[in-house]
């Protein structure tokens, strides 16, 4: 795809797609899940949405190149710092019900599937589950223990880690002391 003088010229042979059938067009789409709340109003959605450090957000983020944002009433931990930026530029959010926004900006051919992906991902999460059967929060519990570096289970090596932060990536976890 190349780009000049800030017209589009579409590739004449494309190499996105082995038969040849990709568009080359690149499409922003968004798609809000409302998150429920009112039906279960003692569940921590953002904190399970969010995970150890947010790796359970952006596991789903890197799954499906797809943006997820928290948003509405509860989405900023501080509760004070909420009720002062409410109704202030850029946080008109804050007057809606908690939600999430799904942003992806991808090739039109494979944005609804990736959006569809993350739906279904999301509302996987969002289903409250009793803890004693919840496999989803042991595994954020494991991660984040793994984190702290408490861990005290030696079959850990075993299941491998639950980062979507790999070393093929190129990303590592931050330098401690001690």
Not at 44 to 56: A, E
Not at 120 to 149: H, T, W
Request: hydrophobic share 35%.
């Amino acid at each position: 795809m190349f780009q000049g003088a800030g017209m589009f010229h579409p590739p004449s042979r494309n190499w996105l797609s082995p038969q040849g059938n990709s568009s080359g067009f690149i499409v922003k789409k968004t798609m809000r899940m409302d998150i429920p709340v009112d039906k279960y109003p003692n569940f921590n959605f953002v904190g399970r949405l969010l995970g150890p450090k947010g790796n359970s957000l952006k596991r789903v983020e890197a799954n499906t190149d797809c943006r997820v944002l928290i948003r509405g009433r509860g989405s900023i931990k501080d509760a004070a710092k909420e009720e002062l930026m409410r109704g202030k530029p850029g946080y008109e959010h804050l007057n809606e019900p908690l939600h999430l926004v799904i942003e992806a900006e991808l090739p039109a051919e494979i944005i609804d599937i990736r959006l569809m992906q993350a739906r279904e991902i999301l509302d996987d999460m969002l289903k409250p589950v009793d803890e004693s059967m919840d496999f989803f929060k042991k595994q954020q519990l494991r991660e984040l223990a793994m984190l702290n570096g408490t861990l005290k289970d030696n079959s850990s090596q075993k299941s491998g880690s639950v980062s979507p932060f790999r070393n093929s990536m190129g990303m590592k976890r931050a330098k401690t002391r001690g």
